[in-house]
């Protein structure tokens, strides 16, 4: 017989996302709806090996829908990855009287509950990551968020470009994930995008657009660099040397994490903390909520953490059909 869970602690790691403090809200809410108590675990995993926790009810939960960044705080554990950690972190729950584990976060984020999840603690994963780059669900908690603030800063960054026609080579995040980069990037109207997935050439994928875009009458030209495709310093040198115009470079860094939700990341964190808490609720357990064609689906975490995403190369074909070409000479 399934043994009914009475208390549940939530937890945030890795990275942070926008919409993290809105999937707390929802786990901790409906946890009370459903005759639960919850525990706020801060720090991710190392604060369950240190015992770093707050009592969640609805009131502490009030008002932080809006807020970025997430009230439980967010780090990474090596110390989670040895098995003394791990102990340590299931003597913490035994302390606290943990019936189970809601965590939030990617895939690291999962690892850990996977580990927690052999050692007896049924756990949920609930995916938040900006870098999309999660294989077991079409969308991930603050994507949308920082999509839009990369778009706003760089939408400003085009009006001094304008002014000056002048080149710029913008550097997004996304670690070792073109996602970001590329919704960006055609959202903006780049002239070109680089990303992980896609090996390029610098002469055809970026110095042919910017001299066809010139021939095009355009002065002005905007390069969007992913992070894990390398150095845009570096690729804004390759550009001088092959061109003669001197970029100017930007790297958004850390502001894309930052900023209240938006409507679409505050509703699917909303969404994926209450159907988390749910499958806990009717018994089910080590799964990662995910999205799939529009709704909510329970994926095991063992099969999630074997998934992968790929980055959706049709994109980029829409993204050199709609930038600016030169006509071909149909006579040829």
Same mark, same amino acid.
């Given at each position: 017989?399934?043994?009914?869970?009475?208390?549940?602690?939530?937890?945030?790691?890795?990275? &942070?996302?926008?919409?993290?403090?809105?999937?707390?809200?929802?786990?901790?809410?409906?946890?009370?709806?459903?005759?639960?108590?919850?525990?706020?675990?801060?720090?991710?995993?190392?604060?369950?090996?240190?015992? &770093?926790?707050?009592?969640? &009810?609805?009131?502490?939960?009030?008002?932080?829908?809006?807020?970025?960044?997430?009230?439980?705080?967010?780090?990474?554990?090596? #110390?989670? !990855?040895?098995?003394?950690?791990?102990?340590?972190?299931?003597?913490?729950?035994?302390?606290?009287?943990?019936?189970?584990?809601?965590?939030?976060?990617?895939?690291?984020?999962?690892?850990?509950?996977?580990?927690?999840? !052999?050692?007896?603690?049924?756990?949920?994963?609930?995916?938040?990551?900006?870098?999309?780059?999660?294989?077991?669900?079409?969308?991930?908690?603050?994507?949308?968020?920082?999509?839009?603030?990369?778009?706003?800063?760089?939408?400003?960054?085009?009006?001094?470009?304008?002014?000056?026609?002048?080149?710029?080579?913008?550097?997004?995040?996304?670690?070792?994930?073109?996602?970001?980069?590329?919704?960006?990037?055609?959202?903006?109207?780049?002239?070109?995008?680089?990303?992980? #997935?896609?090996?390029?050439?610098?002469? !055809?994928?970026?110095? &042919?657009?910017? !001299?066809?875009?010139?021939?095009?009458?355009?002065?002005?030209?905007?390069?969007?660099?992913?992070?894990?495709?390398?150095?845009?310093?570096?690729?804004?040198?390759?550009?001088? #040397?092959?061109?003669?115009?001197?970029?100017?470079?930007?790297?958004?860094?850390?502001?894309?994490?930052?900023?209240?939700?938006?409507?679409?990341d505050r509703e699917t964190a909303t969404?994926?903390?209450?159907?988390?808490?749910?499958?806990?609720? #009717?018994?089910?357990?080590?799964?990662?909520?995910?999205?799939?064609?529009?709704?909510?689906?329970?994926?095991?975490?063992?099969?999630?953490?074997?998934?992968?995403?790929?980055?959706?190369m049709d994109r980029y074909?829409?993204?050199?059909?709609?930038?600016?070409?030169?006509?071909?000479?149909?006579?040829?």
């Amino acid at each position: 017989m399934e043994k009914k869970i009475k208390r549940i602690g939530v937890l945030t790691s890795g990275g &942070d996302a926008p919409g993290m403090n809105a999937a707390v809200r929802a786990v901790a809410r409906t946890a009370i709806t459903f005759g639960m108590e919850c525990v706020g675990i801060r720090r991710g995993w190392q604060g369950l090996i240190n015992t &770093d926790f707050m009592r969640l &009810d609805a009131a502490t939960v009030g008002h932080i829908i809006n807020r970025g960044g997430t009230i439980l705080y967010t780090a990474r554990s090596e #110390e989670f !990855r040895t098995e003394k950690g791990q102990k340590r972190a299931l003597a913490t729950c035994k302390m606290l009287g943990l019936d189970a584990v809601v965590a939030i976060g990617g895939d690291g984020t999962f690892r850990g509950a996977l580990d927690l999840s !052999r050692l007896g603690v049924p756990v949920v994963g609930i995916p938040a990551t900006i870098d999309n780059d999660i294989g077991c669900t079409n969308y991930t908690i603050g994507f949308d968020t920082a999509c839009n603030t990369a778009i706003e800063c760089i939408d400003k960054l085009r009006d001094t470009m304008q002014s000056h026609e002048r080149c710029s080579v913008v550097e997004v995040m996304g670690r070792n994930a073109g996602f970001l980069a590329l919704y960006v990037g055609i959202s903006v109207g780049a002239t070109a995008v680089l990303v992980p #997935e896609r090996d390029f050439n610098l002469e !055809r994928d970026v110095v &042919d657009r910017i !001299r066809n875009a010139r021939l095009a009458g355009h002065t002005h030209f905007m390069v969007i660099v992913a992070e894990g495709v390398g150095s845009a310093v570096e690729i804004s040198k390759q550009i001088h #040397e092959a061109v003669g115009i001197e970029p100017r470079v930007t790297v958004l860094g850390h502001i894309q994490r930052g900023g209240a939700p938006n409507a679409r990341d505050r509703e699917t964190a909303t969404r994926m903390g209450y159907f988390g808490v749910k499958a806990l609720a #009717e018994g089910r357990s080590n799964v990662v909520i995910t999205t799939r064609d529009g709704g909510i689906v329970e994926t095991p975490i063992e099969e999630a953490l074997q998934m992968t995403k790929h980055l959706q190369m049709d994109r980029y074909a829409v993204l050199e059909a709609v930038g600016i070409s030169i006509p071909q000479d149909h006579n040829d």
